[in-house]
C-alpha cells in the first residue's frame, strides 16, 4: 500500500512519521495492523 494512502488512514500530517513507524514493520506486522483497522472502521 503506497505510505501516503497509510498516512491519510492514520492521520499523520507528515509522511516521515508514517515512514518511520510502518517503513520497519514486517509484512506480518502490516497484515495484522490493517486488519486491526479495518474491523475498528467497520
Known amino acids: 500500500m503506497p505510505p ?3 498516512r491519510g488512514i492514520v492521520g ?3 509522511i516521515q512519521v508514517t515512514m518511520t513507524i510502518y517503513a520497519h514493520a ?3 506486522e502490516k497484515r495484522r495492523a490493517l486488519t ?3 474491523d475498528r472502521l467497520a
Do not use: A, I
Open 12 to 14: 499523520h500530517s507528515d
Open 36 to 38: 486491526q483497522l479495518d
Open 26 to 28: 514486517s509484512l506480518d
Open 4 to 6: 501516503q494512502v497509510v
